[in-house]
């Protein structure tokens, strides 16, 4: 037990399960809070509104880990071990301008919007078949059978690895996910894979292109200048890896909140059946705020001494915007730990802000709202099976997610 004025212990297993309570302690008495990490790293901790959103936007908080002072060992400090080894670090979340703006300027130019909103069919396909898969069992784990495969196979569809490759990418996908918080070889062996398999599709697409987001990438120019070949297999590597766990947990973390609020949940059933789309379209804003897929935003390293909150932060030294605290400030929203799929005041920093804002909000909301929809309306009466004590939530430091979710379901 703490002493009530004492800080809260963070990163255990008890604090996975509901981090609310210590982020309002932080909010309310540290809000720019050094601490030690379960790797041992020193970072400070930015819990309010304000002061998160001002730093996601802060050009001398630089995304490139070379600026951590404590980066002697040459570890990579973003959460994907192994990435530095295997060379894919030219991508987008480490990297400031003047090449952020490049590069990103390039893959906006092949990830469009239009080809987002083109891709909606294959959703929907993908949702129900996979519900397919289990519908007449009764029973299902959200996670496996549904949250997890939706995104894998999704990305590999837009991005346009073959339908007999797919398996391939969904095992290393699941190695990446399930040693995120632990062991490191495993991790590192599937990124190999990775790295060498995305190098020889991209060889490939090079000599005979396609109608696919890598052709695309290939093909985007920005003042005759291309993506060289390690950055359009890091560019790869970057939309699969943030635009995958991120999905599985708002589709499981959605699916969460509803059945843990049957009025909420009600109301979208209600509306889902009478065909409308205002207050699905509000609701995956308000499940994002909530309790969305992404608790921290990814490391930043202060490039000079600055301030925020009126905290000192010295030089080189690694901030974590907690954006799941952020997104339940009392100073910013209205009964935060309130879920109201109908608010309309809501500009949370689930996709983040500035320069590196989400780049897939698009296809995630896409995503997002397909398997919920669909969830609902084929699966009306969709509830938890066992006890909601029991669940247990993914270690990993960025995400939040949950490992499994048993449900059960009138067959048919
Ligand atoms: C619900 C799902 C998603 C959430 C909550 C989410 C959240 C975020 C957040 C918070 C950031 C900013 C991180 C930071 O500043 O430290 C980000 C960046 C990014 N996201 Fe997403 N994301 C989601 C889905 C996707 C999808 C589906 C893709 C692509 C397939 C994607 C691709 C990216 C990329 C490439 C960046 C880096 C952008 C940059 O640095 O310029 N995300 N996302």
């Not at 908080?61 to 670090?89: C, F, V, W, Y």
């Not at 730990?337 to 689930?350: F, I, V």
Request: charged share 25%.
């Amino acid at each position: 037990m703490n002493a009530p004025n004492a800080a809260p212990e963070l990163f255990t297993w008890e604090f996975a399960s509901d981090p609310y309570p210590a982020y309002a302690w932080l909010r309310e008495n540290s809000p720019v809070h050094r601490t030690k990490l379960p790797s041992g790293v020193e970072a400070w901790l930015v819990t309010r509104y304000a002061d998160a959103r001002q730093a996601l936007a802060d050009s001398r908080l630089s995304k490139n880990p070379e600026h951590h002072a404590e980066d002697a060992q040459g570890k990579s400090k973003t959460g994907i071990p192994g990435e530095r080894s295997a060379n894919l670090m030219t991508h987008l979340l480490n990297i400031d301008p003047p090449d952020h703006t490049r590069l990103r300027r390039l893959v906006s130019k092949a990830f469009t919007p239009r080809r987002v909103a083109e891709f909606a069919p294959r959703v929907q396909e993908l949702a129900d078949d996979l519900i397919d898969g289990f519908a007449s069992q009764g029973r299902a784990d959200l996670i496996h059978d549904f949250a997890f495969p939706l995104p894998i196979y999704a990305i590999c569809d837009l991005l346009g690895v073959p339908p007999e490759d797919q398996d391939d990418f969904r095992d290393w996908a699941g190695m990446m996910i399930r040693h995120g918080g632990g062991p490191r070889g495993g991790v590192a062996r599937s990124v190999k894979k990775i790295r060498g398999y995305l190098a020889e599709l991209i060889h490939r697409k090079r000599n005979e292109p396609g109608d696919d987001l890598i052709s695309g990438l290939i093909r985007a120019s920005d003042h005759g200048e291309h993506l060289t070949e390690n950055e359009a297999a890091a560019m790869c590597f970057v939309l699969l890896f943030a635009g995958f766990e991120t999905t599985i947990n708002l589709i499981g973390n959605g699916v969460y909140a509803l059945l843990g609020n049957p009025e909420q949940r009600a109301r979208l059933q209600a509306s889902i059946e009478g065909g409308e789309r205002e207050l699905l379209d509000t609701g995956i804003e308000e499940l994002l705020r909530y309790d969305g897929p992404v608790e921290l935003a990814t490391w930043r390293f202060a490039t000079e001494p600055l301030t925020i909150g009126g905290q000192s932060i010295a030089a080189g030294d690694p901030v974590l915007v907690v954006l799941a605290a952020a997104d339940r400030d009392p100073a910013r929203f209205a009964e935060p730990d309130t879920l109201d799929l109908s608010r309309r005041d809501n500009q949370h920093l689930g996709y983040g802000h500035g320069i590196h804002y989400c780049l897939g909000a698009p296809l995630a909301r896409l995503e997002g709202t397909t398997a919920i929809e669909t969830l609902l309306r084929r699966l009306p009466d969709l509830s938890l099976s066992g006890d909601p004590a029991d669940l247990r939530w993914r270690g990993g430091l960025i995400m939040r997610g949950l490992r499994t979710l048993p449900v059960e379901f009138t067959p048919h």
